[in-house]
């Protein structure tokens, strides 16, 4: 039993960091109909933020916490006006290539910058563990689940709750009748790409201290961001919150109940089995409907 | 000053020509009915003075000012409005956000100022019991509505309506005239209107413009173009104006 709550705790501190990833890749998709296949090295760049303000700089923590957000929204406002902006009028299959492209400059240059030598990001709550029933849980792990709670709430707060949300939301569905209404439009695509940069940030701040920091880690966080969007349903908000914790959880239960070399089996058998029998997942649209 | 100003407005799409040297002026709060066969160059028309698309050559200028090279949203913001001729609410947000969308132009307004604003706006159209619905709950006579409710929520001053009575029965029709002949006495709005319904061209325009093949083939009050015979030609064949005569 108490193995069980340990895995558990672990498999939704790690689905919470999936979820986010897979967040910012739904919030992208919603708005631009973009598949943005960079959005594991979003992640991966958040981390590395999180190395360079808190280990290279050695910053406090609150303000290299802050630091790193603000570097992953400086991100986010790049890539739209340097790789979304001038790619906006191509079809959306040509932006989606930019982003692999992108994806794998990214890659590279963090092997240039950072090397491949993976290194050690510290947690705010390091070696610090808390008992229950007999389980050993490290606090890391609760305060990630808690914090992506949070997260999650503002974010319902910001898109059904202001102004800039409901607008975010009129942008995604039809952006002819959003440019009618007088909004504008690219700021709000600019802001959209920005709020997904700092969720995948996040997530990258969070994930450092769960493994090493290491610039190949970007690869398999997008597939499994990528599987959880496909089990949750695509586009779907609640469906990447559900998909992310189901993924984090069935790596961590599969690979102690089952065997670590097949941990992934289930997430991604998963997967094929809602490609195969329900393709718009479990509250989503069907991807062919976007083509 | 007119309102709205259109001059010489030509739109070319590769070898085809939508728009031909076409002018068109608005006065404040006129009425104007916008009619034509279909692939007259009406909506085209409409896309054009909303900047939704580019014209080849021609002015346009809203009160004056010139909006020939603003963006879409900056001539929404300057006092124009636009509805589509095939509905385009946003479907996932609820009836009210739709109308706070269309509220979200003016500047600085919070989310409990929108929601008001909103509110007041549907009330005023008598929808207000819609409000908290999602879209897809709506009747279509009511989705409509809705529509016209969102775009007076951008406070235009020029409102451009691309057939709203489109699909809409006897009884729905009526209430829209009511409606539009209210909104017009209350907010001093002038309004283009792309009609296919006469009938209702012929009761509520005070200026009748007519346009066949992306060219201007007549303008005046709606007894004088009923009259006119290229406009009968247009509409009816060759024959038809000769036979009258």
Known sequence: MADLIQLVTNGLALGSVYALAAIGFVIVYSATGVVNFAAGQFVMLGTFAGVTTLVTLGLPMPVGYAGAVALMALFGLLFYAAVYLPLSRSPVVTIIIGTVAIGITLQNAALLTFGSWPVRLTSPVEDMIVEVAGAVIPLHAIAVVVATAVLIGLLWLLLNKTALGIAMRAVAQDVRAAKLMGLRVNVLLAFTWVLAAVLAGIAGLMLGPMWFADVNMGDPIALKAFAATIIGGFGSLPGAIAGGLFVGLAEVLGASYISSAYKDLIAFGAMILFLLVRPQGVFGERIQDRG | ?245
Do not use: W
């Open chain 2, 1 to 245: 000053m007119s309102a709205l100003q259109a001059t010489g407005i030509t739109k070319r799409f590769g070898g085809l020509l939508a728009l031909s040297e076409v002018d068109l002026t608005v006065d404040p709060g006129e009425f104007v009915a916008l009619i034509g066969p279909n692939g007259a160059g009406k909506s085209t028309l409409l896309n054009v003075l909303t900047g939704l698309s580019a014209p080849t050559t021609g002015r346009i200028a809203l009160d004056g000012r010139d909006i020939t090279r603003l963006s879409t949203h900056d001539r929404i913001r300057a006092g124009l409005g636009r509805t589509f001729q095939h509905g385009r609410l946003f479907e996932r947000l609820s009836v009210i956000e739709n109308v706070m969308v269309g509220a979200a132009n003016r500047k600085g307004r919070s989310e409990a100022e929108l929601r008001s604003t909103a509110f007041a706006q549907l009330r005023r159209m008598g929808l207000e019991r819609f409000a908290d619905q999602p879209i897809s709950a709506l009747t279509y006579g009511n989705r409509r509505m809705v529509e016209l409710t969102r775009v007076l929520a951008c406070e235009p001053r020029v409102l451009l309506l691309d057939e709203p009575a489109a699909g809409l029965n006897t009884g729905e029709v009526e209430d829209l005239m009511a409606r539009l002949r209210a909104i017009r006495a209350q907010d001093k709005i002038a309004i283009v209107l792309i009609e296919h319904n006469m009938g209702m061209v012929m009761r509520l325009a005070e200026r009748v413009v007519v346009l066949n093949f992306g060219v201007k083939i007549a303008e005046g009050t709606p007894a004088e173009v009923q009259a006119d015979p290229a406009v009968l030609s247009a509409y009816l064949g060759e024959g038809a104006a000769h036979a009258r005569h």
